[in-house]
Nanobody, 128 residues
Framework: QVQLVESGGGSVQAGGSLRLSCAGS????????MGWFRQAPGKEREGVAA????????RYADSVKGRFTISQDTAKNTVYLQMTSLKPEDTAVYYC?????????????????????WGQGTQVTVSS
């Protein structure tokens, strides 16, 4: 059974940092890409950052460029999101997702409908 388990969320003051982790298990092969998405209350889920598995290509939402960094450890099937210079508007539930067994192209990396496995989410709260 495929599972994605996020950890590392919490509360932090504006300007602070957090590192999210997402451990994948149950995959019988390699995922095509993994990404981080977030959903704030009353808003739609948005793509934050994504990476091709085993590659170097990454994609970021404009709102987090220069502040967030996605990385991976393919041996552990784990993806990370290092978040720095956090702002109150970064407050949301953050979800890890994997595109497994389906093609995904660079321009689609931040499209949630291209991902077929999701974690349960972890809350990130940034106070001013």
């Amino acid at each position: 059974q495929v599972q994605l388990v996020e950890s590392g969320g919490g509360s932090v003051q504006a300007g602070g940092s957090l590192r999210l982790s997402c451990a994948g298990s149950g995959f019988t092969g390699r995922t095509n890409s993994m990404g981080w998405f977030r959903q704030a209350p009353g808003k739609e889920r948005e793509g934050v950052a994504a990476i091709f598995t085993g590659g170097v290509s990454t994609r970021y939402a404009d709102s987090v460029k220069g502040r967030f960094t996605i990385s991976q450890d393919t041996a552990k099937n784990t993806v990370y999101l290092q978040m720095t210079s956090l702002k109150p508007e970064d407050t949301a539930v953050y979800y890890c997702a994997a595109a497994y067994g389906r093609a995904i192209y660079y321009g689609q990396l931040l499209q949630s409908n291209k991902y077929n496995y999701w974690g349960q989410g972890t809350q990130v709260t940034v106070s001013s």
